[in-house]
């Protein structure tokens, strides 16, 4: 197929505390900004004219993509749904030939994004990828409903489904009509059922069903993640880096890059320019490391793990399987991380991290991330009021861009901290911190007389 859409003028309001001052799709997986790694897996899989269709914090994704050639922007000034939206980069492309839609907030791969695309044929209309839905409620998600490869029904967070719509759709010019007629809201929800007056393109689907169209339904075989809620963020990163490591062949050490003697690797090595792996540092499974990065002084990382550019791990500290960090992040003196950190992120003495944490984000010395709870079981999370416990990640804390906190900071399970706040020395974080916000400790002095008379002197 050599045409596609990538929708990516969503608000992200759900992806909080990380949607505050960025645009969703440009979140990073495995260092890439998202939607920069979907349109990467689209030209691999052929396709040379793409249209991103955008709207909120819009910028940031042209900055993500708009070096690449074959790509056009679309604004979309007035959000009314994913359905409008497909119409925007169907007309910058061509109304008259197939095209492959992908919500831009959706991780995937090229082998199924290439199924899905393949799917659609003289017979079949659409083609709409479907997932099963493992642990999660089904309640959710827009729920599949298929008889082998052919779609029979899309309903709004039905409790009894088993699998889910992934915002992957190909399009024969057939169907257009039906996109056009989408009505606004999505009709096909259970009695009792509350959908938001949005133009979704899932409900067009519906409507080529109910009109006889013939809609093949194509089973996600690799990782599938759609980032909508802060931690996906991690777990898009964790199984992407795992579906990295089953790939086969060997390292590659790229030029002026150095494996010490000393070091102790057992797994295979991706190291871009000038990259060092120093005395006692030692590996366990794959990582990916970036121009410019080291690795130093008795290190501990589990595989598989990608760091970005320039970034420093060293001096004892220790990194868990699945995690990924960004361009200049420092990892340094007995820190602890499993999770992701974007650019420019400092655990720089003794910390215990694990989660999310945004942009240029300060951990304080002795800051403790309290992963496990009394009673060990999942968080409960807010989400937009909305209560619910997360399947990945629910211990984890998330801290937005541009945040900081102060030594001995102990952000409790679940905790979420908003961009551009500060959680002060000593503060013990047991709820959600909204974005600008500062936390600090009142501590009240009991003063009185001391000496070697209370001694008996």
Wanted: glycine share 12%.
């Amino acid at each position: 197929m050599k045409q596609a859409v990538i929708l990516a003028a969503g608000s992200g309001r759900r992806v909080w505390p990380f949607g505050d001052i960025r645009q969703k799709c440009t979140i990073p997986v495995c260092n890439v900004p998202a939607v920069r790694r979907t349109a990467l897996l689209l030209r691999e899989i052929g396709a040379t004219r793409i249209a991103v269709v955008v709207g909120v914090h819009a910028p940031q994704v042209r900055a993500a993509i708009g070096d690449l050639c074959e790509v056009v922007f679309v604004e979309q000034s007035h959000r009314e749904g994913t359905a409008p939206a497909t119409l925007l980069g169907w007309d910058a492309l061509s109304t008259d030939e197939p095209v492959l839609v992908v919500y831009g907030d959706t991780v995937t791969m090229s082998e199924d994004l290439r199924r899905t695309a393949q799917a659609l044929s003289d017979d079949v209309d659409v083609a709409a990828m479907v997932a099963p839905l493992g642990d999660e409620p089904p309640n959710e998600w827009l729920v599949a409903y298929r008889d082998g490869e052919t779609l029979t029904g899309i309903v709004g967070h039905d409790r009894s489904g088993r699998e889910r719509m992934c915002g992957i759709y190909a399009l024969s010019p057939r169907v257009r009509n039906q996109v056009e007629r989408n009505p606004g809201i999505f009709r096909s929800v259970p009695v009792g059922g509350m959908p938001p007056v949005e133009s979704e393109l899932a409900q067009s689907v519906q409507l080529m069903i109910d009109e006889g169209a013939c809609v093949r339904a194509v089973v996600a075989e690799g990782p599938l993640v759609d980032i909508d809620k802060p931690w996906h963020v991690h777990e898009a990163t964790c199984r992407v880096l795992h579906h990295n490591a089953s790939a086969p062949g060997g390292s590659r050490i790229g030029e002026g890059s150095s494996v010490s003697d000393g070091a102790e690797v057992c797994g295979r090595l991706f190291l871009g320019r000038d990259c060092r792996i120093g005395n006692r540092v030692v590996i366990r499974g794959d990582v990916w490391l970036e121009d410019g990065t080291s690795v130093e002084n008795g290190a501990i990382i589990d595989g598989p793990f990608a760091a970005g550019r320039n970034a420093r791990i060293r001096d004892y500290c220790t990194i868990g399987a699945g995690s990924a960090i960004g361009d200049e992040c420092i990892v340094a003196h007995g820190a602890e991380l499993w999770g992701v950190l974007f650019d420019r992120v400092y655990l720089y003495h003794y910390c215990e991290m694990a989660g999310v944490y945004g942009s240029a984000v300060d951990i304080g010395a002795a800051t403790v991330c309290g992963t496990l709870r009394f009673d060990d079981r999942d968080q409960m999370h807010k989400v937009l009021g909305r209560s619910e416990v997360p399947t990945f990640g629910a211990n984890s804390s998330y801290m937005g861009d541009y945040s900081r906190t102060g030594v001995n900071a102990i952000l409790l399970p679940g905790c979420k901290v908003g961009s551009y706040s500060c959680v002060g020395p000593g503060v013990i974080a047991y709820e959600d911190i909204p974005s600008h916000t500062v936390v600090t400790v009142k501590q009240e002095l009991i003063t009185k007389p001391w000496g070697p008379e209370k001694y008996g002197w």
